[in-house]
Nanobody, 125 residues
Framework: QLPLVESGGGSVQPGGSLTLSCVAS????????MMWFRQAPGKEREGVSC????????TYADSVKGRFTVSKDIAKNMMHLQMNSLKFEDTGVYYC??????????????????WGEGTPVTVSA
């Protein structure tokens, strides 16, 4: 069983919304700093959001700030990414990941020890 599995990706028009989900297995998601990353075609993977379990505060990449919101469902051991006002440039494969360096690992892909396989998001007219 994979430790992280994403779902919820799909195709959407610009201005639309999608909610991605990430379910964790084998560990308690709420105990760790968790991130969403994305990778657009031909580009490097970039961090989207980072949530700190100590206070559930979240930080976001400037490119998604004000449009994306990360949340957790502790009972289901899940994390969600609500994406609103989607733009063409939001297209990519979205991954959830677990940091083994706590908040020092925020937005650092090399600090992630668990990755999901990704869920694709396509924003097109």
């Amino acid at each position: 069983q994979l430790p992280l599995v994403e779902s919820g990706g799909g195709s959407v028009q610009p201005g639309g919304s999608l909610t991605l989900s990430c379910v964790a297995s084998g560990f308690i998601l709420d105990y760790y700093v968790m991130m969403w990353f994305r990778q657009a075609p031909g580009k490097e993977r970039e961090g989207v959001s980072c949530i700190d379990p100590s206070d559930d505060s979240a930080t976001y990449a400037d490119s998604v700030k004000g449009r994306f919101t990360v949340s957790k469902d502790i009972a289901k051991n899940m994390m969600h990414l609500q994406m609103n006002s989607l733009k063409f440039e939001d297209t990519g494969v979205y991954y959830c990941a677990r940091s083994y360096r706590g908040t020092r690992g925020c937005f650092d892909a090399s600090a992630m020890d668990y990755w999901g396989e990704g869920t694709p998001v396509t924003v097109s007219a």
